[in-house]
């Protein structure tokens, strides 16, 4: 039977390979991505993949997602949360977050709340959240949007540990909560930086980075078979053994449910 697989961040890199793989194999796939650009490049390269365009930095856009989702498929047997954007220097969104918070932390956090009916629904649901899990990354409870000290390697690595914690609070009998690291992967990595930093990223990147056709089998097995644990942390194929204070995922989900709150 055709899966459901939606895919935020679907339009580039990771996601768009995974798009293809499922579109391919005949599941109905939903890319969702924020430029018209995205749209076409994914409509020319996967024309069997459904594109949604949506700013997933915004909580209102989220939310009409979310609820969109719920509506035209209530049955969803894997997300993939892949929508990133490296910021060099703090954007802030139209509702006041630091953007790379906003897009990676929240965003996530309201697309997994938010599809947790659909999800249930299906025979081995799962939520692949890519991400820089399982490298150090710490939350800065004094300044979450990095008001003071921006950096983007920062605001990057404070959300990998916001995944961390909230794939350690993410309770669900069924749907398994997977952390995939990819570690390097050639999609493009060189393309938020200025010069000199462009060249020396691309040079890095074509020596260094993992092709996208060796990074993604290893994510396309977790979603087809997900593991037994309902959260597990995985790099570049491996499990990782990494235990997280539960308290202060309790504490960061807490955190969250109250910046997310409508109003
Ligand atoms: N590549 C690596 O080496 C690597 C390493 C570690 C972790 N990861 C993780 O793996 C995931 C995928 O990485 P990638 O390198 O494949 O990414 P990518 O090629 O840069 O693609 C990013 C995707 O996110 C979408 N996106 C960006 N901003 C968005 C927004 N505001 N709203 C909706 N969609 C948005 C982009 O589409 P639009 O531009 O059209 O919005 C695009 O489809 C990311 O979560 C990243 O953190 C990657």
Same mark, same amino acid.
């Given at each position: 039977m055709a899966r459901t697989i939606v895919i &935020?961040?679907?339009?580039?890199?990771i996601g768009k390979a995974l798009a293809r793989h499922y579109a391919e194999l005949g599941d109905q796939v939903v890319a969702v991505g924020s430029s018209d650009e995205g749209g076409r490049r994914l409509r020319e390269e996967v024309p069997k993949a459904h594109f949604v365009r949506s700013d997933l930095s915004s909580l209102r856009q989220t939310r009409d997602l979310v609820e969109r989702l719920n509506a035209e498929h209530p049955m969803i047997d894997a997300l993939v949360l892949a929508a990133f954007r490296f910021n060099p220097t703090r954007v802030e969104t139209e !509702?006041?977050?630091e953007h790379t918070f906003a897009l990676y932390v929240l965003n996530r956090w309201l697309m997994a709340e938010g599809l947790r009916g659909p999800l249930e629904n299906a025979a081995t649901p799962v939520i692949i959240n890519l991400c820089g899990a399982g490298q150090g990354g710490r939350i800065h409870w004094d300044d979450l949007q990095l008001k003071h000290k921006y950096r983007a390697v920062t605001a990057t690595m404070q959300g990998a540990r916001a995944s961390e914690l909230l794939g350690t609070a993410?309770? &669900?009998?069924r749907t398994k909560y997977v952390l995939y690291n990819p570690v390097f992967?050639?999609?493009?990595?060189? !393309?938020p930086f200025k010069q000199p930093l462009r060249g020396i990223v691309r040079v890095a990147s074509a020596a260094f980075a993992q092709p996208l056709a060796k990074a993604v089998p290893p994510i396309t097995a977790l979603i087809d078979h997900p593991p037994a644990e309902p959260f597990t942390t995985w790099k570049k194929g491996k499990i990782l053994d990494r235990a997280v204070d539960r308290n202060e995922a309790r504490r960061f989900e807490e955190t969250i449910r109250a910046l997310t709150q409508p109003g």
């Amino acid at each position: 039977m055709a899966r459901t697989i939606v895919i &935020s961040g679907g339009t580039n890199g990771i996601g768009k390979a995974l798009a293809r793989h499922y579109a391919e194999l005949g599941d109905q796939v939903v890319a969702v991505g924020s430029s018209d650009e995205g749209g076409r490049r994914l409509r020319e390269e996967v024309p069997k993949a459904h594109f949604v365009r949506s700013d997933l930095s915004s909580l209102r856009q989220t939310r009409d997602l979310v609820e969109r989702l719920n509506a035209e498929h209530p049955m969803i047997d894997a997300l993939v949360l892949a929508a990133f954007r490296f910021n060099p220097t703090r954007v802030e969104t139209e !509702e006041g977050f630091e953007h790379t918070f906003a897009l990676y932390v929240l965003n996530r956090w309201l697309m997994a709340e938010g599809l947790r009916g659909p999800l249930e629904n299906a025979a081995t649901p799962v939520i692949i959240n890519l991400c820089g899990a399982g490298q150090g990354g710490r939350i800065h409870w004094d300044d979450l949007q990095l008001k003071h000290k921006y950096r983007a390697v920062t605001a990057t690595m404070q959300g990998a540990r916001a995944s961390e914690l909230l794939g350690t609070a993410y309770a &669900s009998e069924r749907t398994k909560y997977v952390l995939y690291n990819p570690v390097f992967v050639a999609t493009g990595l060189h !393309e938020p930086f200025k010069q000199p930093l462009r060249g020396i990223v691309r040079v890095a990147s074509a020596a260094f980075a993992q092709p996208l056709a060796k990074a993604v089998p290893p994510i396309t097995a977790l979603i087809d078979h997900p593991p037994a644990e309902p959260f597990t942390t995985w790099k570049k194929g491996k499990i990782l053994d990494r235990a997280v204070d539960r308290n202060e995922a309790r504490r960061f989900e807490e955190t969250i449910r109250a910046l997310t709150q409508p109003g």
